[in-house]
Nanobody, 122 residues
Framework: QVQLVESGGGLVQPGDSLRLSCAAP????????MGWFRQAPGKEREFLAA????????EYADNVKGRFFISRDNAKNTVYLQMNRLKPEDTAVYYC???????????????WGPGTQVTVSS
């Protein structure tokens, strides 16, 4: 069992940056690939980024590549999502998730956090 808790969401203006964190207490964190997803009202959950167990491999959705960056610190049992040049269309609930292997679709992820709201508005 892996428990995940996201933090760092909030209200920001267009063009701002925000860093989300996902903490996963427990000694098994470093054995999992981690991913970030988001879901806007009325839309399906959308893959954003994923990172393998040691940070050596990453994947990104085309619509966030170059703006969003995923990283992890296994010593702190935490994965991060750095989001730059935020746009109103980035408004959504953001989720982190854990999987056995890096993947870009939600069905491969076994454990999910409760999510954190990000609102981009002027």
């Amino acid at each position: 069992q892996v428990q995940l808790v996201e933090s760092g969401g909030g209200l920001v203006q267009p063009g701002d940056s925000l860093r989300l964190s996902c903490a996963a207490p427990g000694r098994t964190f470093s054995s999992y690939a981690m991913g970030w997803f988001r879901q806007a009202p009325g839309k399906e959950r959308e893959f954003l980024a994923a990172i393998n167990w040691n940070g050596g491999s990453t994947e990104y959705a085309d619509n966030v590549k170059g703006r969003f960056f995923i990283s992890r610190d296994n010593a702190k049992n935490t994965v991060y999502l750095q989001m730059n040049r935020l746009k109103p269309e980035d408004t959504a609930v953001y989720y982190c998730a854990a999987a056995q292997n890096i993947a870009d679709y939600s069905a491969r992820y076994e454990y999910w956090g409760p999510g954190t709201q990000v609102t981009v508005s002027s």
